[in-house]
């Protein structure tokens, strides 16, 4: 019961051109992909996560790594990469396509790229390099993200079974940001808004996670967002006794650091 489980998977590089670029809010694009090196796609978690590699110096294409032995190689005298990691929104392998969510914000490499996204551009994908496989046998969830997390918490709902309870927060800056998500669980969703605060800063989700009250029996908790405003979450929940095992607690971005490696930021100060 409660068998959490992580399947691997070997590191493709791929280049795929983008096919659509759709505005889904004021702030987020959805960028679908194509190509023939999408053969062979494989993701099964609603966190799975990709590398994006940026076309830099006005290059048409992104300098892609080769993937060897020792790690990463690229060609020599090639510019510095620059990439950045994002959730899987859909893979539709029968259509060919990869969606990627993608918030502009105003500022850096992804940002920018995202803003000016257009039917035939190129782009790098590495990845995933596995998944964390979490069953539908638990009595319930709670999930919460902000942007950056919403394609994750998204997949989550809707990959979810009938019959599941879910508690579900999401933050965002506005109303206008908020997203129909389908979903056949049994699910309280909760738009959280920030209202002017600074991503990252507001407390909007902390403050919704203290004032739950945990359902009884075994629940799985999953929460994203900004590694500084989840500290404190995550300290609470091992307050209140959650057991540490059926807990994800992910920083995907941290405010003043560029490219977070998330992986490395799970600390529990």
Known sequence: MHDISIVRYDLKPRLLEVRRAEWITPSTVRVTLAGDDLAGFQERAP????????????????VMPAVGPDGWEFPPGAPDPVFRDYTVRSHRPGAGELDID??????????????????????????PRGSVVVPFDFDWYLLGADETALPALARWLEALPAGARVI????????REEQHIETAADVTLTWLHRDG?????????????????????????????????????????????????????????????????HHRDQDED
């Open 47 to 62: 966190q799975d996560h990709v590398k994006l590699f940026f076309p830099v110096d006005g290059a048409g294409a992104p």
């Open 102 to 127: 993608m918030v502009v914000h105003g500022h850096g490499p992804a940002s920018a790229w995202a803003a000016q996204a257009a039917p035939g551009q190129r782009i790098g994908v590495l990845g």
């Open 168 to 175: 579900a927060f999401a933050e965002v800056a506005d109303a």
């Open 197 to 261: 605060a600074a991503p990252g800063a507001s407390g909007v989700l902390e403050r919704a996670v203290r004032e739950l009250e945990l359902p009884p029996g075994d629940g799985f908790v999953w929460i994203a967002g900004e590694a500084g405003a989840l500290k404190p979450i995550r300290r609470h929940l091992r307050e209140a006794g959650h057991p540490k095992e059926w807990t994800d607690i992910d920083g995907y971005w941290k405010r003043g650091t560029a490219n977070l490696d």
